[in-house]
């Protein structure tokens, strides 16, 4: 709740927040609530793929809006507003992003907001990142920029405490709740039959979220995500054929790869190709419902010593690699 006001989201009291066994779990409460067979929703390309699998499983529809990497990877609006009709219930952001790294401006905020209020949409912002945001920006949840809309917000522990295995999510309920009255019965029913979240995971939340954080030590300069962040991405596009936008929240980086110059048409092949040969993971821009095969998903959390052995590699094999 504090951490609800911190972030001014309107209209907020203790029973708008549910705790969850990761923002996953909530993910896939809310869709299976809300989405009737043939419901459409709108998530980013690329996205974190649980998003449109949540979609799809409740019977709804995802459908896809692009994320342009031409504007620092900001939700493209015109494609947004182009994909809406009669059947679309909500949009979907993730801000800060996974997998690109981008944080969404103020601006961009505001027009999405624009747009949910003139087709009466209602907002999932999945915000589990927001704590892990460099270069001095700032993160705004866009609920706070919507009193009058039905706005959801997730949020967790798994990434700025860096403790996934611990199961511990929450989301909360903001602006609008007369407009959404059956849809909240939907989330109390399926929210109740699942009894609860993890308790002992739910009493640690209040602890972690006050006083020092020790998450703001690693994402200044100096600190291990900033510094593996710097490191990567000038490691990686100093590779020819690879480009990319620099992230500025998260830990991952959305790079390009020039497939002509290596003649990819299939990018799990690429991924699979580069697994056999030099064992080095990355997980192919295909697996977050990107649309070409011109994109792969670095996770840049291991230390730099062991960053630096999988650029080598990488560069590497691009050296040899036509597909
Ligand atoms: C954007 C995003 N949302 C949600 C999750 C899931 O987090 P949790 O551990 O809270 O289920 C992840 C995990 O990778 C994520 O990247």
Redesign the pocket.
């Known amino acids: 709740m504090q951490y609800a006001q911190l972030k001014h989201l309107p209209n907020v009291t203790m029973s708008d927040i549910y705790t969850?066994?990761?923002?996953?779990?909530l993910?896939n409460l809310t869709m299976s609530a809300l989405l009737d067979t043939g419901d459409e929703i709108l998530i980013p390309s690329p996205d974190?793929p649980?998003w449109t699998a949540c979609a799809t499983l409740a019977g709804g529809k995802p459908v896809h809006y692009i994320c342009d990497e031409q504007s620092d990877w900001y939700p493209d609006i015109e494609d947004m507003r182009k994909k809406i009709n009669d059947r679309t219930k909500a949009i979907v952001i993730?801000n800060p992003?996974?997998p690109t790294g981008a944080l969404y401006p103020k601006e961009v905020l505001q027009q999405i907001v624009d747009l949910a209020r003139e087709h009466q949409l209602i907002i999932f912002s999945?915000e589990?990142?927001d704590r892990l945001v460099m270069d001095g920006k700032e993160h705004v949840s866009i609920a706070s920029l919507a009193p009058d809309l039905f706005c959801v917000t997730?949020s967790?522990?798994?990434?700025s405490h860096m403790i996934?295995g611990f199961?511990?999510?929450w989301m909360i309920l903001s602006g609008n709740k007369n407009i959404a009255r059956d849809y909240i019965e939907g989330i109390k029913m399926l929210s109740n039959m699942r009894l609860c979240s993890n308790v002992p995971a739910q009493s640690i939340v209040q602890t972690a979220l006050g006083g020092h954080q020790s998450v703001n030590d690693y994402i200044v300069p100096g600190g291990r995500i900033y510094e593996q962040r710097e490191y990567v991405y000038k490691a990686l596009t100093d590779i020819p054929g690879i480009s990319a936008v620099k992230p500025q929240a998260?830990f991952y980086m959305f790079p390009k790869i020039d497939t002509k110059k290596f003649n990819i048409v299939n990018d799990e092949k690429f991924a699979l190709d580069l697994l056999r040969d030099k064992k080095i993971l990355i997980v192919q821009g295909s697996g977050f419902n990107w649309h070409q095969p011109d994109h792969f998903r670095v996770v840049y959390l291991p230390r730099i010593e062991v960053l630096k052995e999988a650029v080598g590699k990488i560069g590497e094999f691009l050296q040899y690699y036509r597909q």
């Open positions: 969850g066994n990761g923002v996953s779990e993910i974190y649980l993730i992003n996974n999945d589990i990142y997730f967790g522990l798994s990434k996934a199961r511990i999510g998260a």
